[in-house]
């Protein structure tokens, strides 16, 4: 399992994920960069993502669904504000209806996501801040650490294929 660390900071509004993967920060940087390959690993297994806009560029905007085993669809948005290839990207991320407006009923989160070259590979750390201790604590029971586990834990395999 890649993840090495996860960190929750109810006072700081913060969950902060470390994961380490066996490929160089140029190859992980792609799986971002390529919506096709970022669909294979966003997400849980048993909900796969489908990026409808895909672009990794400040001001751009990334869409996207993920569909659950019954057929039902989870929709969200990131909203890039910084890129600095391969390094990091920092986005606004957020639930949305399925026209991809805002859910306002749900948080939206700040995030900075960036990877360096660590033990012959890529050390990844993805920090997403919160309005309030509340709205970390909403996605936290929604089962965000398990549901982020479990999609890091998938991208080894898909760097090795």
Request: aromatic share 14%; charged share 20%.
């Amino acid at each position: 399992m890649p993840v090495v660390d996860v960190k929750k900071d109810l006072d700081a509004f913060s969950l902060t994920i470390v994961a380490d993967f066996a490929a160089p920060v140029e190859r992980v940087w792609q799986i971002y960069a390529d919506p096709r390959q970022l669909e294979r690993v966003w997400g849980p297994p048993e909900y796969p993502a489908t990026f409808v806009d895909h672009e990794l560029r400040p001001g751009g905007v990334m869409n996207y669904y993920m569909t659950g085993p019954e057929g039902d669809k989870y929709c969200g948005y990131w909203r890039i504000s910084d890129v600095s290839e391969p390094d990091s990207f920092t986005f606004a991320d957020g639930f949305a209806d399925e026209d991809f407006n805002p859910n306002t009923d749900l948080p939206e989160s700040q995030n900075v996501y960036s990877f360096a070259a660590h033990d012959g590979g890529t050390r990844a750390t993805f920090v997403a801040t919160y309005p309030s201790a509340e709205a970390l604590q909403q996605v936290l029971d929604m089962g965000m650490i398990e549901g982020a586990t479990a999609a890091m834990g998938q991208i080894d395999a898909f760097l090795a294929a």
